[in-house]
């Protein structure tokens, strides 16, 4: 408990030489951790302590081997170090025996002992970045060439590290500009740095740096390494979401560019969610979507964010309760387009699955935001439109009463655009949700009728690929099984005369089935069967009944209305 130091300094520290002086404190300081560590009493003061003690001591061991006989400014420092260390050490010596007069007076004592050891680490900042020491030691390492090995990645990196414990504040904020650079040349450096934890434990307590610079670069570097999985534990058990949060509320639009970019890698599971929550980070990335003057680099991770916390029941209902619906409709139709993809995607997330949510989705005027996506008078991305036109199809076609309100914000309209003049991705993804929107009711495929979607249809069952070949006949077959339609379909001969040309080709065996069952349908319509019966083609129809049971049934319905008409042609003679 209460041993001796076997290597604290002598009584008269100026004898000593500066070399021997700078190992014999390094020495001491060790020691005195170690010590620190017996200590029960006032936990916190003396962890503040071991903490810069070291710093003072990292910065010591890296100048050991400097030629600094010649620098009076460090000899002095050598000196008022190992004294305030033997004091220190006395201190500490009576926490473990428990044998000082009284509390109040041992905290002033540590207080006062914090203070000194800040002032020495500002003095050996100042004479390290004056270059009295760069002649003995090579303060500035050369980066490593390309496909370096581990030992020589590790020495840079750590020439970093004291650069950043030591150096003044430019100092610190160049060794964080180079260790981000590394590491996005060279990924094998973000492991390295993780492996040395005090940068770890370093690179958190730079985010609450009042220097800007600092502050920003630190952000980054946290950023990189939260980009990979493996090491997201190592960041998350440092303490880095409050320190993330607070650079979100108070940093510069740089440094929560990166802190957001941060939260965000950190939060691609729900296991931190509660962690982020519980320091206000909710509320700060809310806000910075809600403001209207904030860029998309800032906005679109924000929203990324809340979309990962979507999955913790809790934290989406008080999101809801913060006006986050009505925020993510407004931004919806943002004029940057990797803020609408996340806020569309935040919407789908928090109204998937849950019928209760998706009404009020609807009220806040979800569906008007996508719907207005899609209109052509826009200049929405292909991409943008894709993504609503998914997130439509989810949302709206299993509800009647969202179908009737999508419909009067004139999707149809818009869906049928698409399916003439989109883009070759858009006009794929729009005949699938044509295609199932097709299927919701009856009034809906006769509506689609009215429109002109037949047609359309018919064009695409020409189309280089079976799926949507057979896409667009089965939606038409579903589509003229509306008498209305048939008669609309039935009154443009091209129509007809395009199908049974089709029925005829060789090689449209795969659609034969679903063309035939068209034509059976049509033959309900008076004008339909006409044409059918007295096209060119009868024959060929005749032909493949031979064969094909559809086509039979085809020519059966064709001959069973034919004598039908002989007969109400002799009623009324």
Known sequence: MGE?????????????TTESSIKQTTEIISSLIFLSHSVKVFPVKWQVIRN?????????????????????????LIVAILVTVNECYDLARRCVDLSYSGKLLMQSDLDVMSTKFDRHLKNLSGIYTAGFLTQGFAIV???????????????YVSDLLTRMKIGDTEMKRQALVNLHEVMVEDDRYVKTVVEISDIVNLLVNFLDSINVGIQEEAAKVVTLISGFDMFKGVLIGAGIIGPLIRVLESGSVLGKEASVRGLQNLTENSDNAWSVSSHGGVTALLKICSSGDSRGELVAPACGVLRNLIGVEEIKRFMIEGGAISTFTKLATSRDEAVQITSIGFLHNIASGDEPMKQIVIREGGIRALVRVLDPKTSFSPKTR???????????????????????YGFMEHLLFFLRKGDVSVQELALKVAFRLNGTSEEVKKAMGDAGFMQVFVSFLEAKSFEVREMAAEALSSMVLVPTNRKKFGQDDRNIGFLLQLLAQEGNSGNKKLLLSILTSLTSCNIARRKIANS??????????????????????????????????????
């Open 141 to 155: 390492v050369s980066k490593p060439g390309v496909g370096a090995c581990k030992d020589d990645m590790r020495f």
């Open 536 to 573: 060119g083609y009868l024959k060929n129809i005749e032909k493949l009944a031979e064969e094909v049971s559809d086509a039979k049934r085809l020519v059966r319905k064709l001959s069973t209305n034919r004598f039908r008409s002989i007969l109400s042609g002799l009623w009324h003679s």
């Open 52 to 76: 810069k003690l070291e710093e003072l001591n990292t910065g010591l061991a890296a100048i050991e081997n400097c030629d600094s006989s010649l620098n009076q400014s460090f000899s002095r």
């Open 386 to 408: 894709e993504i609503a036109l998914r997130v439509i199809e989810d949302l709206c076609f299993s509800s009647i009463s969202s179908m009737k309100i999508l419909l009067n």
């Open 4 to 16: 001796e130091n076997p290597r604290q300094a002598p009584n008269t520290p100026e004898s000593s």
